[in-house]
T-cell receptor
Framework: GENVEQHPSTLSVQEGDSAVIKCTYS??????FPWYKQELGKGPQLIID?????GEKKDQRIAVTLNKTAKHFSLHITETQPEDSAVYFC????????FGQGTELSVKP | NAGVMQNPRHLVRRRGQEARLRCSPM?????VYWYRQLPEEGLKFMVY????????ESGMPKERFSAEFPKEGPSILRIQQVVRGDSAAYFC???????????????FGPGTRLTVL
């Protein structure tokens, strides 16, 4: 069935460093790839998304890349700050929205 | 400009009782989705509804779970005869449209955390 694999499950970086989270998906019909940030006790918040006809998208310190041939997509956060600490989820949508398992990002001051 | 509303935020039930979770979509949104999140896991799709219609319930357990989105009022996720394994966070999301050729940004509510004793 449809599946999204996300790595790493935990990521610890120093403030100011970059963080990269990678996902692979199985459903070749997927055409929409959102990324969500979830803080403790809250619902997921959309931070950036990318469509299948685009290879890269940037929004300030956040960028996403998509390789449809390899079925890979990645989230890049530059100049990390302590408030970036949260759980990040990738997702892929062909029909249903299928989520990855999440990455717990910790940014140490 | 209120977002997706869910209540209650926390719900405690004893085994065998019923749980009712409510979701009010964002203004102007007519599509509702329910997801379940177990501790330290991703969100799992349960059901997708439009007003008065269940569109996709492929993620719903076959027994004890049901969902509705009536013409008036919030969407309801109902769990009958709860068991300890039902303990989880249940999230609702809404979107404006559901055109298969379009992209459907989903906005999530804060979730209901269900604990079954």
């Amino acid at each position: 069935g449809e599946n999204v694999e996300q790595h790493p499950s935990t990521l610890s970086v120093q403030e100011g460093d970059s963080a990269v989270i990678k996902c692979t998906y199985s459903d070749s019909a997927s055409n929409y790839f959102p990324w969500y940030k979830q803080e403790l006790g809250k619902g997921p918040q959309l931070i950036i998304d990318i469509r299948s006809n685009v290879g890269e998208k940037k929004d300030q310190r956040i960028a996403v890349t998509l390789n449809k041939t390899a079925k890979h997509f990645s989230l890049h956060i530059t100049e990390t700050q302590p408030e970036d600490s949260a759980v990040y989820f990738c997702a892929a949508q062909g029909g249903k929205l299928i989520f990855g398992q999440g990455t717990e990002l910790s940014v140490k001051p | 400009n209120a977002g997706v509303m869910q209540n209650p935020r926390h719900l405690v039930r004893r085994r065998g009782q019923e749980a009712r979770l409510r979701c009010s979509p964002m203004k102007g949104h007519s599509h509702v989705y329910w997801y379940r999140q177990l501790p330290e896991e991703g969100l799992k799709f349960m059901v997708y509804l439009q007003k008065e219609n269940i569109i996709d319930e492929s993620g719903m357990p076959k027994e004890r779970f049901s969902a509705e989105f009536p013409k008036e009022g919030p969407s309801i996720l109902r769990i009958q005869q709860v068991v300890r394994g039902d303990s989880a966070a249940y999230f609702c999301a809404s979107s404006r449209n559901r055109d298969p050729s379009s992209y459907n940004e989903q906005f999530f509510g804060p979730g209901t955390r269900l604990t079954v004793l």
